[in-house]
């Protein structure tokens, strides 16, 4: 606290000697005011040849707009809310707040889960963003752009993702680390870009210097004064109308906004790749291939945990052979592997579920439980092995069904319980225990869970005895331990930061949803 009041004053020290005439440009306003942008990114009415989308586009990290590729998805005609609700209704997929970080939205599946029926019975009234990976049976109506139809494009298809809103999403500016191909279905969807060279002028969130990550500034008032290098910032920006798809090269900085009432995309995600191998490109026929017809690496069923985010096996397999190299002892044991996930910064508060998930690690890998690996054991894994791996290293608990129970602290989901038991007078009934834990920001179906849980003997309440005796059993699901979401802590405390300096300097702003277009196109 005391370091935070110190960074106000010499702030404020800063901002009584500038008056509002010297306030930077772009100070106080959404992100992208700060300079005129660099115009639009390349946009190509024809697509290119892998060979040519290596060369000219993925190999220098350029992003480049498809201009109609996806008007010959499948999905582009059929997905309907009707169609998806009659054929895909039952299918699980996650959500998030239209604005990214701001809180998690509660579906019919518990926090951040919904059905897909269920969320598109809500979507126009709710503020909730289907953010998540694409069940398995929707990626018969998808298609793989024929760019990427031969060689290392083909063999590294690493994961898909389906974005679907009512419009207006905010997310926050950061960086993803793969390669992208984006397909906007429905809507329109504005991107500001900014090249990898400018990251020394980002305010990057702590741990997140990797492949991805986020910047801790607030998209919709840009606090120039904290952050007077961001000036210097370079961007482009894409302006997606249906059909469009969109490369975005890995690790490259952008923010995106959406509109109109349907918003609704699909991503194809890729290995970030150091090399090109053209094998097979000579005799591949270059055609629109459903996703379903490719491997793809990280597949989701509709059901379960998914993989979002999780690494690229192909990549990390490469990763352990360097390190077995540099050895000495030309080998990796335990130590090594904590080591690792030390560096990586997994699990970075539990260092004894790290030396858990290293103890697994080289249980998968080392198959004759030598106590330790060599070179030739990892390069004998299969790359369904690595994926092993890849699940216990990077364990998203958002990805989990036991999300939930990750999220909440396990003291005040017990105050719950007492609230509701008062609300009863001393009778915990269900709908109590329901009402009060969706205002805590919980789900019904979790509420319904615990409450059977507690195996009430009475039909219609469970005793203040009955409570005492079970609910502290019952609510060992809520000690699950997690990684903390640095970027997310970081970025809540910049927003109040902010919104102190802004009081100070900010000038009237029309609005804050003032839209930003340096080319307009027609709402949808
Ligand atoms: C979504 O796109 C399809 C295909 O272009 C179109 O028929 C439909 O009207 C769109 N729906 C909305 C709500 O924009």
């Known amino acids: 606290m005391k370091i935070f009041l110190f960074v106000l004053s010499i702030l404020e020290r800063a901002l009584t000697s500038a008056n509002h005439q010297e306030l930077p440009r772009g100070h106080g306003e959404e992100l992208g005011k700060h300079r005129d942008s660099d115009g639009h990114v390349e946009i190509l009415q024809q697509l290119p040849s892998p ?4 060369n000219q586009y993925a190999s220098l990290r350029k992003p480049v707009v498809f201009r ?71 990626s018969t109506e998808v298609f793989v ?54 990251e020394q002028n980002i305010p990057v969130a702590d741990g997140d210097r990797g492949y991805g990550g986020f910047a801790t500034l607030d998209v919709q008032s840009v606090n120039l004064i904290k952050y007077p290098k961001f000036k210097q910032v370079r961007w482009q920006y894409a302006n ?86 540099s050895k000495k002892s030309k080998r990796l044991d335990i130590e090594d592997f904590f080591q690792l996930l030390t560096e990586g910064e997994v699990m970075e508060e539990h260092e004894d579920v790290r030396r858990n998930i290293a103890e697994k690690v080289l249980k998968i890998m080392d198959a004759e439980n030598k106590g330790y690996v060599t070179k030739q054991d990892i390069e004998a894994l299969t ?75 009475n039909a219609d309440f469970v005793s203040e005895e009955e409570l005492r005796e079970r609910l502290d059993h019952v609510l060992k699901l809520y000690l699950k331990k997690k990684d903390d979401d640095k970027s997310g802590i970081f ?9 102190e300096i802004m009081k100070q300097t900010q000038l009237p702003s029309d609005s804050l949803d003032s839209i930003h277009r340096e080319s307009t196109h027609s709402e949808l």
């Not at 279905?185 to 991107?191: I, M």
Request: net charge negative.
């Open 51 to 54: 060979q040519e989308f290596w």
């Open 68 to 138: 109609g590729a996806a008007k010959k998805f499948p999905a582009f005609h059929l997905w309907t809310d009707q169609y998806l609700k009659d054929n895909y209704g039952e299918l699980e997929v996650k959500l998030e707040a239209k604005r990214e970080k701001d809180h998690v939205p509660v579906g019919e599946r518990g926090l951040g889960r919904d059905t897909i029926r269920s969320f598109l019975e809500t979507y126009q009234q709710k503020d909730s963003y289907t953010v998540s990976q694409l069940p398995d049976p929707l």
């Open 145 to 198: 752009l024929p760019s990427l139809m031969c060689g290392s494009f083909s063999e590294r298809i690493l994961e898909a993702n389906l974005w679907l809103s009512s419009g207006g999403t905010r997310s926050m500016l950061h960086k993803d680390a793969d390669n992208a191909i984006n397909c906007l279905l429905n809507g329109t969807k504005d991107w500001i870009l900014i090249h990898p060279e400018n």
């Open 240 to 325: 997606m109308t249906p059909g469009d798809c969109l490369f975005l090269p890995y690790s490259y900085w952008h923010q995106v906004r959406s509109y109109g009432s349907k918003n609704m995309a699909v991503s194809v995600l890729f290995s970030r790749l150091t090399e090109f191998d053209p094998i097979g490109c000579e005799s591949a026929k270059l055609e629109y291939t459903p996703l379903s017809d490719v491997n793809m690496v990280w597949t989701y069923p509709g059901y379960g945990p998914q993989t979002m985010g999780n690494l690229d096996p192909f990549e990390m397999k490469d990763h352990y052979i360097s390190f077995v190299e």
């Open 383 to 457: 790359i369904e092995q690595v994926k092993q791996v890849a699940n216990e290293i990077d364990p998203d608990p958002a990805n989990t069904e036991e999300y939930e129970f990750a999220v909440f602290d396990l003291k005040e989901v017990k105050s719950v319980f007492n609230q509701a038991l008062q609300d009863g007078h001393g009778k915990l009934t269900k709908d109590n225990l329901i009402a009060r834990y969706e205002d805590f920001g919980g789900s019904a179906k979790v509420a319904k869970e615990l409450y059977n849980m507690l195996q009430p003997k």
């Open 491 to 499: 970025y809540e405390k910049e927003l109040a930061e902010d919104k």
